[in-house]
Nanobody, 123 residues
Framework: QVQLVESGGGLVQAGGSLRLSCAAS????????MGWFRQAPGKEREFLAV????????YYIDSVKGRFTISRDNTKNTVYLQMNSLKPEDTAVYYC????????????????WGQGTQVTVSS
């Protein structure tokens, strides 16, 4: 089992920044590919970004590319999502996720989910 706990959400004005953290425990963190998703009210959960086990390979969806940065620190068993130039449409609950395979993350079927952290961007 892998336990994931997100933090760092909150209320921010449009154009501002937040950094989300996701602390992992339970299994060898560096074995897992890590990702971030979000779910806005009334919408399906959306894949945002993924980082490989080493942190050297990342992938983003177009709507966050250039604004969001995913990274990880395997010494701290933590994955991050730095969010800059936030927009009201970024308002959602943000979830981190883990899986041994990137393919399962990218189709929204990871083995492990965090509980989510709310991000609200005011206009």
């Amino acid at each position: 089992q892998v336990q994931l706990v997100e933090s760092g959400g909150g209320l921010v004005q449009a154009g501002g920044s937040l950094r989300l953290s996701c602390a992992a425990s339970g299994r060898t963190f560096s074995n897992y590919v890590m990702g971030w998703f979000r779910q806005a009210p009334g919408k399906e959960r959306e894949f945002l970004a993924v980082v490989d086990w080493s942190g050297g390979i990342t992938y983003y969806i177009d709507s966050v590319k250039g604004r969001f940065t995913i990274s990880r620190d395997n010494t701290k068993n933590t994955v991050y999502l730095q969010m800059n130039s936030l927009k009201p449409e970024d308002t959602a609950v943000y979830y981190c996720a883990a899986d041994l395979r990137s393919s399962r993350l990218r189709v929204g079927s990871p083995g492990y989910w965090g509980q989510g952290t709310q991000v609200t961007v005011s206009s």
